[in-house]
């Protein structure tokens, strides 16, 4: 029931309209509570991380059950963006372990955020953890 509303919340944030997605993201959750797929997760996480809510975003991103390198990468660069250099460096291993290639150029290059500030605040924020350029 709440699959419109996310996908609206998916689209609104690579638009540069992080508050409206985080709305609709929530919205999709008030219209179904079971609601739950991972990537319902992985974008509400995401969302958070462009309003700079690093807390919030590791919250959502606890709820993926299998993480993917994407979703290390953005645990990572949340850590670093709290100053929590440990917590940074364990993800940013922990993502260049599931994807061995891993470089913030190509990663970027899958991220369509519409705002330049937003690509640059994340690639910014993965080369604060470490990740290899």
């Known amino acids: 029931k709440g699959w419109k509303q996310a996908d609206l919340g998916i689209v ?38 462009i309003l700079r809510r690093f807390e919030d975003a590791l919250s959502m ?31 940013a291993r922990e993502c260049l372990a599931l994807q061995p290639g891993f470089s913030v150029g190509r990663h970027m290059l899958k991220e369509p955020y519409k705002r330049p500030a937003d690509a640059g605040f994340l690639a910014d924020s993965l080369r604060l953890a470490g990740l290899p350029e």
Do not use: M
Request: glycine letters at 6%.
């Open 12 to 49: 609104l944030v690579y638009s540069g309209e992080a508050e409206e997605a985080l709305q609709y993201l929530k919205w999709a959750k008030d219209i179904d509570p079971y609601f739950d797929p991972p990537w319902y997760w992985r974008q509400a996480g995401q969302t958070y991380f």
């Open 61 to 91: 991103f606890q709820h993926i059950p299998v993480r993917t390198f994407r979703i290390a990468a953005y645990v990572a660069a949340c850590h670093a963006q709290l100053g929590n250099d440990a917590g940074a460096q364990a993800a």
